[in-house]
């Protein structure tokens, strides 16, 4: 009889354990409920004829909301940098990928956080009902942007007549349905930028909506199952964690309510400063990011990245004079008449550099030095000697860009035009596209154009691999290990004195050498002295 | 007949477990240095660390013990009869001639042995220790104040003593061998005892060791 008793506590307590466990484990549980069914709200019953109409709604409880948006660089796409004092965001800054959004708007800006934006010369519209709150906060995974919409969902059925075509969403019934937001929801822009999945940041992309614990140990269900705002701490909308200016080195440590800036954009602000349980592995996070070592690779989730565009051979059209498509043995894009060509990466390692966490743009004004390509988009700051840099896993992005050798800068690229053929994905002629693109821009140009080459360095920050999964010392401590390109410190087993080394083996061997030249010596010598 | 105890046991632990500890970190070390991969660029900097701490603590424990045994008299420098053995390494040896330094209890080391021994333990060991130890806490720098310290000097100096002992080490290991036979030199580091058959008991030998022809009176250099 006292065995059943003990069995019973004994399987009570394990009932009460697991019940504990899953309580901390599952997403679910873990988000805190909701003190307001926005299925019951009046005002968000509908129906809906636009997605202004949306947010009129939704501001009428959350009267701040649009103010605090249209203040982030999600609505303004412009950021003053404190320290370089280069005006960048996305309104200003070209890339290498498509180039620049102005001119090319209402494809651009339909990943705006907004409606209508349709010129970047003006800044975008002012009007608390032009931002978009659905793209953020839809829970359904059924609201979707026109590609060309300016911000726009789609209102009406694109094609009656195919009835496999996506059909518009429900604008009430996901205004009813919205929530904090997800995966999904900073993916729609985030993992497509640059024109398709996966293809700007090769550390973040589709497969990471749910991703094996393997890819990513805080985004996988099986790990901590997080959710992008989870790291990236939002207060008033606006949400931490800058490429512009990074935290390269978070000194701060755990982020202590109350006593710090409530960031989580690190690592260090949930890890702490001394996070390995080997001193000499804690010795390295002064000089070494975790990312270095926690991220072997990225675009490991099955999704490509893309790794060169060259925009110089874009506008060859097939022999029945139309567009052409062709796909490398992966499936990958090789060529596009209205883009060029491409290479793409997966699994691929990423390139280490001094990172203090500044980032200087090349910008439309400034001047290149086309004897020396290729031209680096953005240039990075930080060295070994700064205390405040440390070394950083960076996608390397190379290709081709128009820009006018005369002048030395780089072109403004006009690809899309919803409604006339000056743009290049019309008219396949550059000199027509470069015309009215500089012309819409108000930008210089001689006239001539030209490609030059270019690279740009995207941080490695997201697909953190398992612990067991990081890179091996020898990895970068080898005489051609990752770390080659970083010769402004002494790094144990890459570098050696070659003097030294000759001298010391040399020595070593001279005395082995004469060791068993002296030794044959007393042998031969002690045989003849027997024979006589 | 047992012979004389020449080595005595805590001197022969010390000896082999000295001498297992250096090729374990010239092995180690060389692959820190890059030299080649064998165990994997972390584990062998782990258990080079670990190893270099064991021979910290067994250095810690010779000296104490050449101190209290008044050992340490045995390393120092003579010039008295090095001539001679030198003279037997170029030439004696091939001409048959005996060897001109007879191990005692008190004097374990002939001339050119004390002045390399004492090379090993006052240039090379502690070269090697201390350029090891700053490579080790190198984080400590600052806090240190050595902010200006450099780790590729600092690493060249630990390189440079391990090629210095490399060379020490195979010097040593065949100098080994000149014994009255090969191994004759090699069995009493192990046993402890001088084979009787190759020489009769010296307990009251001059502590500068003993020769063929009559021994000299002692060095006054040594003798206390």
Not at chain 1, 128 to 152: E, Q
Not at chain 2, 100 to 110: I, V
Request: with cysteine; net charge neutral; glycine share 8%.
């Amino acid at each position: 009889m006292n065995r059943t008793v003990t069995r019973r506590i004994l399987w009570g307590l394990v009932a009460a354990m697991l019940g504990l466990a899953s309580s901390t484990t599952t997403a679910l549980e873990r988000t805190s409920p909701s003190t307001a069914d926005h299925e019951r709200f009046k005002a968000l019953q509908g129906p809906f004829a636009s997605g202004p109409k949306v947010t009129e709604a939704c501001l009428k409880c959350h009267t701040e909301a649009a103010d605090q948006l249209q203040a982030s660089i999600h609505w303004t796409w412009e950021y003053l940098h404190p320290e370089t004092r280069q005006l960048l965001g996305k309104r200003h800054v070209v890339n290498s990928f498509c180039g620049s959004v102005a001119s090319n708007e209402p494809f651009c800006t339909s990943c705006h956080t907004g409606y209508g934006w349709k010129d970047m010369r003006e800044a975008p519209p002012v009007a608390g009902n032009r931002v978009d709150c659905l793209v953020c906060h839809d829970t359904t995974g059924d609201y979707w942007k026109s590609p060309t919409g300016a911000g726009h969902p789609v209102y009406d059925m694109l094609d009656l007549g195919d009835s496999s075509s996506r059909r518009p969403p429900d604008l009430a019934q996901i205004a009813r349905n919205i929530g904090p937001t997800n995966k999904q929801n900073c993916g729609s822009c985030h993992f497509y930028g640059g024109g398709g999945d996966g293809v700007k940041h090769g550390d973040l992309d589709s497969s990471l909506i749910d991703p094996s614990f393997s890819l990513d140990v805080h985004m996988s269900p099986e790990g901590a199952d997080f959710a992008c705002a989870d790291c990236h701490t939002t207060s008033a909308h606006s949400v931490s964690g800058s490429r512009y200016l990074a935290k390269a080195r978070d000194t701060q440590g755990i982020d202590v309510p109350g006593h710090t800036d409530f960031t989580r954009a690190s690592c260090e602000s949930c890890h702490g400063v001394e996070p390995h349980g080997s001193a000499k592995l804690n010795d390295h996070v002064d000089q070494v990011a975790c990312q270095s070592c926690h991220i072997p690779e990225f675009a490991r989730g099955g999704v490509a990245t893309k790794t060169w565009w060259d925009w110089s051979t874009a506008g060859r059209l097939g022999e029945d004079g139309k567009p052409l498509t062709i796909r490398d043995d992966d499936g990958n894009l090789e060529y596009l008449s209205t883009k060029g060509s491409f290479r793409h990466g997966e699994n691929v390692a990423p390139e280490y550099r001094w990172f203090d966490g500044q980032v200087r743009y090349t910008l439309r004004s400034d001047t290149l030095d086309d004897s020396r390509q290729p031209i680096e988009i953005n240039k990075l700051q930080g060295s070994h000697d700064d205390p405040n840099s440390r070394i950083w896993p960076f996608k390397i992005m190379q290709g081709k860009q128009p820009y006018d050798p005369v002048n030395q800068h780089l072109l403004v690229n006009h690809v899309y035009s919803a409604n006339n053929d000056t743009a290049l994905w019309t008219n396949f002629d550059w000199t027509k596209a470069l015309k009215a693109g500089t012309e819409y821009a108000d930008q210089p140009y001689s006239g001539e154009f030209a490609f030059v080459e270019t690279l740009m360095h995207w941080p490695i920050t997201h697909m953190v691999a398992p612990a067991k999964d990081a890179l091996r010392c020898s990895a970068c401590h080898a005489r051609e290990g990752r770390l080659a390109a970083l010769t402004d410190f002494y790094l144990p087993a890459r570098d050696r004195s070659i003097w030294l080394d000759r001298a010391g083996w040399s020595a070593a061997l001279l005395v082995l050498v004469g060791s068993l030249a002296h030794a044959g010596g007393r042998i031969l010598t002690r045989r003849r002295r027997k024979r006589s | 007949m047992k012979g004389v105890m020449i080595y005595k046991r805590f001197e022969r632990f010390w000896h082999w477990s000295q001498a297992a500890l250096i090729f374990f970190l010239m092995f180690t070390g060389f692959e820190i240095h890059g030299s080649y991969q064998a165990l994997g660029f972390g584990t062998a900097a782990r258990l080079h660390g670990l190893a270099a701490y064991m021979l910290i603590g067994l250095w810690i424990l010779a000296i104490f013990w050449h101190f209290t045994t008044g050992e340490w008299r045995q390393y120092i420098p003579t010039t008295n009869r090095l001539g001679a053995v030198i003279h037997y390494y170029l030439i004696g040896t091939f001409t048959g001639a005996e060897h001109p330094f007879r191990q005692t209890t008190r004097a374990k080391h002939n001339p050119l042995q004390r002045l390399a021994y004492l090379a090993f333990k006052l240039l090379i060991s502690p070269l090697i220790w201390i350029s090891g130890l700053l490579y080790l806490f190198y984080n400590q720098w600052p806090a240190w104040g050595l902010e200006e310290l450099s780790l590729g000097d600092v690493a060249l100096v630990h390189t440079a003593a391990a090629f210095a002992m490399l060379v020490f080490v195979i010097a040593h290991v065949y100098m080994a061998t000149m014994g009255k036979t090969v191994f004759s030199m090699i069995k009493p580091m192990i046993t402890g005892y001088e084979d009787a058959r190759e020489q009769p008991p010296a307990k009251d030998a001059s502590d500068q060791g003993s020769v063929e022809t009559p021994p000299r009176s002692a060095g006054g250099k040594t003798s206390t």
